[in-house]
Structure formats: C-alpha cells, structure tokens
C-alpha cells in the first residue's frame, strides 16, 4: 500500500523551522491536502534519514502515451470535460505535470485496428507513405495535449512494421486461434486471463512467429527502406508541427502477439540500428534509444551496445514488464546510460486499489535502479478498458460511454503523487534508515520531495530527518503520501 508522500522545500537558513505541505492518497479519499507537517529539531533517530547531497540520476520526466483508444475514449465526453482532462495531466503546476510522453510507429495493440503508413508490397521508395490515418486520433490527441504544455517532447516506436516486410505477411506474430485454445486450458486449471474476447485476427497458424527468431525480412532492400520508412514518419510529423525527439526500433522484440507485433533477434536489430536507422535518424536529428526491452536478459542489450556500428547511436534505454529484472545489473555496468521505464505495467481493466499498488511498487523498483523517465501506459480508456483484440487493462482515466461521465483511477494518484513535484532536472536522493517504503528527489530550486507508503491496514507514525529537521506525519492506513519541503 502506500505511504504519504511529504514536499519539503530544503532552506539554506532560516530564522523558523521548516515545514512539509503534505498530501495524502487512500481508495476511498484520493489527493486529500492534508496541511503541514509541523518539524524538530533533531538527528539520528528518525525511521528514514534524507541528505539532499546524496543524490543519484536526474530525473527527465514523467509521462502517459498517445494512443488511438485514449483519444476515441476522451471523445466520448463533451468537449469541456476532454479539455480538463488534457489541462490537468499536461498544464505546468497544475496536475500532473507530463512533459514526456510515448506515441506508436502506426497501430498498437491499442489502436482502433490494425494500420501501417504503407501497406503497398514492394514499395521501397516509399512512395505510398501517408498518416492520412492519424489525422482522426493521434494527431489532434497530441494537438491538444500541446495545447497546455507545447514544450512535451515526444518519442515513438513501432509494434508491427508494414506487413509485405515480415515473412508472415500479417501484421500479428500469434494465431488468435492458437492463444484461445491456451488460454481455454489454462482458465479450466484455474489460471486467470485479462483476455475477455477474442477478436479473429486472421493469422494461419503454420504463419506464426517465435521469439528468438527474426520475422523482419533481415535484407539489404528491405532494412534500407524501413528505415526510410522511420525518416519519412518524422518528417511528416514535422509537417504537421509536431516533433519526435527519438525513436525506438520495436516495442518488445521479443513477443510474438495476437496484435501488432513482430520479433527481432538482437543481432538484426544490432545491424539495422548501427547501418540504417542509426544514420537515418542521425540525418534527422533525431535519438536512437534501444528497446522496448521486456525480458530479463542482459545479454539482448549487450548485443546492442557493443556492436561495432548499433552502440556509438544509442543515447538511452527502454525496459518494461519482465524486463525490469535486467534493469540492475545493466544499470551497474552502463551507468551514464539514460534509462527509460517504457510501460507501466498494463493491469486487468479493474483500475483498483491492488493495481494502484502494484504500480508503486514498480515505480519504487525503476527508480532505484536508474530510472531517468517513467511513463504510463493508457491515457483514457472506456470503462472495462478492453482493446481491439480484447485484452482489459487499466488506464489512468476510465469514460463512462453511456453517461458520458469520466473518472481518474488510483495509478493517475500514483503518478500524480510524485509527477505533480519533481521537475525535470531532479536528482532522486538515497535515502537510508529502517523504512523503505520511500523514494525522495531533490529539485534543482533546492526543494524536496519525499514520496511514502504505509501498506499496512492502520495508520503509522513515520519519521523523516532531513539535514537536521525532523517530521513524524501520521501516515493513513493503506496509503500514499506526498511530503514537499522548500
């Protein structure tokens, strides 16, 4: 559960004792100001001991992603509703504070159906290229978002390249079929699914990919022209007045999916990022970052970095899901390495308590292993939160489509709880005592940011002792916090 987050802005000297605007969050009563936390004088006792000098990484930002199911939601409400939404998430000091934030390269799983820039066979010039499609979603979705904040940088990353250049020929990599029978034998033992319809999505089974295998036609033709394929999407972009700071060359390489998908091996993506995307996105100005990694194999993101051409272009790494458990060791041995947490892990479509939980306990992980960027998955979904292909997850707002209602879940708190406070170019301190259920940053104006949860089913007094001030908020059973000092 969580533990109240304390802001304390840090005073160099001041004739009073400082104190800590605090705001807490629990099921029932989200975002609840709680005042301040009164201080003392004193040291070496306190459950949690904060020295602003000990910090490690900067912290670039924070973000949610552009997706066509998270605009198509939105618009399901009237247009004031909408705007207060996008105002609270992106506008400056006021919610959440998004300033960096993840598109797809075409369709994902969360697209209104499947779609490339380029479905013509053959066409490695590119000719056909068009985001004709985008025109309807995810451009006015990102217009808007601008709107308020029109300094959100923004990268993208494909989940299924135009279908003519996989060997399958289908924009899947598993047969919908195939996953439901799995998934019919795995609810008779009792195993649970977030799968809750399936969508045939037409893919033989003799057509499926595999993980460890390349599905990307690994050609001179075809390698050169994706990666025109890449340069032509920020141009077009660009066109459009919207900029992409960086790319990454495939969301989850690894997975064979009912939806958009394709996988590489790491060595094909080693050579198409050191002799095509790299250069192409170096003509651009544009960043190559690596990922989206989801396992937990360091040797996939070795293969990356010291290859002779792929390593010199890329500037960041991108993990989600398993790949989390890669996340220490590669941090210990590239440590001026920019790491990108990609994807909140996507829930069961029930937004509740438990998944507000678990995505603390996530951001707690990321962050104490490097993480520069953490980034939410579904913007806005309907309620249920089921996809195309009919897999439930949960977002950080849900629409009621009948009442044209809208509700922000727990994961927006929890974003918001520590969002909301730490600016980009924040340090994350190391903290150290008995109670670790806590991160804390410090801004670059000097002011703090204690971030805590209690789990526990009753209420708990925790001590903080920042330089030589103490703070013993009573922290709510089931909670989470945010303490800030200035």
């Known amino acids: 559960m969580f533990k ?26 989200p975002w609840q100001v709680q005042g301040t936390v009164q201080s003392v004088t004193g040291s070496g006792s306190a459950d949690v001991i904060i020295d602003p000098t000990r910090t490690a990484q900067v912290i670039d930002g924070f973000g ?31 919610g959440a504070n998004f300033t960096i934030c993840r598109m797809s390269v075409g369709a994902n799983d969360f697209a209104v159906d499947w779609y490339s820039y380029n479905e013509t066979e053959g066409d490695f010039e590119m000719e056909n290229f068009t985001i004709e499609h985008d025109q309807a979603t995810l451009i006015p979705f990102i217009r808007n978002a601008r709107q308020y904040n029109p300094d959100i940088r923004i990268w993208a990353s494909p989940w ?18 195939k996953m439901a029978r799995l998934l019919k034998e795995r609810l008779q033992e009792g195993e649970s699914t977030y799968m809750f319809k399936f969508v045939d999505n037409g893919l033989p089974e003799d057509r499926e990919g595999a993980e460890g295998t390349d599905m990307f036609i690994v050609e001179e033709p075809y390698l050169s022209s994706y990666a025109l394929y890449f340069s032509k999407f920020i141009e077009a972009y660009r066109e459009q007045g919207i900029d992409i700071f960086g790319v990454m060359p495939q969301n989850e390489f690894n997975s064979d999916q009912i939806f958009p ?11 198409f990022v050191g002799n095509y995307l790299g250069p192409a996105m170096e003509a651009q100005g544009v960043e190559v970052m690596f990922g989206t ?27 989600q899901w398993a790949g989390k458990d890669a996340l220490p060791g590669l941090h210990k041995r590239y440590p001026a390495m920019k790491i990108y947490q990609t994807e909140q892990e996507c829930g069961n479509g029930k937004n509740d308590w438990a998944g507000a939980v678990h995505s603390w306990n996530l951001m707690k992980h990321y962050f104490n292993n490097g993480t520069n960027v953490y980034t939410y998955w579904n913007t806005s979904l309907l309620d249920g939160g089921i996809s195309r292909w009919g897999w439930a997850q949960n977002s950080l707002v849900t629409v009621n ?15 918001k709880h520590s969002s909301h406070y730490v600016k980009p170019g924040a340090k994350r301190i190391q903290v150290s005592g008995t109670y670790d259920d806590v991160l804390a940053f410090v801004n670059p104006d000097k002011s703090i940011v204690i971030v805590v949860g209690n789990n526990r089913e009753t209420d708990k007094e925790v001590s903080f002792q920042v330089n030589n001030t103490i703070y013993k908020p009573l922290l709510k059973a089931n909670s989470l916090n945010t303490l800030f000092i200035r």
């Open 293 to 319: 990694m989801e396992r937990p194999n360091e040797l996939l993101v070795d293969t990356i970095l010291n290859h002779p051409t792929a390593g010199k272009y890329v500037t960041a790494l991108g993990f």
């Open 160 to 177: 299924s390249p135009p279908s003519w250049m996989k060997h399958n020929k289908h924009y899947a990599s598993r047969s919908t079929s």
């Open 261 to 271: 998908s394709c996988c590489w091996t790491a060595a094909s993506l080693a050579e």
């Open 4 to 29: 109240t987050t304390l802001l304390i802005p840090f005073l160099a000297a001041c004739t009073t004792q400082p104190q800590a605007e605090w705001v807490s969050t629990t099921e029932s009563s």
């Open 401 to 415: 489509e009948e009442e044209k209602t809208y509700r922000y879940t727990p994961e927006y708190y929890v974003m």
């Open 64 to 94: 949610t992603c552009f997706n066509e199911l998270g605009w198509t939601s939105l618009s399901q409400l009237s247009e004031a509703d909408r705007e207060s939404i996008l105002s609270e998430m992106f506008t400056p000091g006021k």
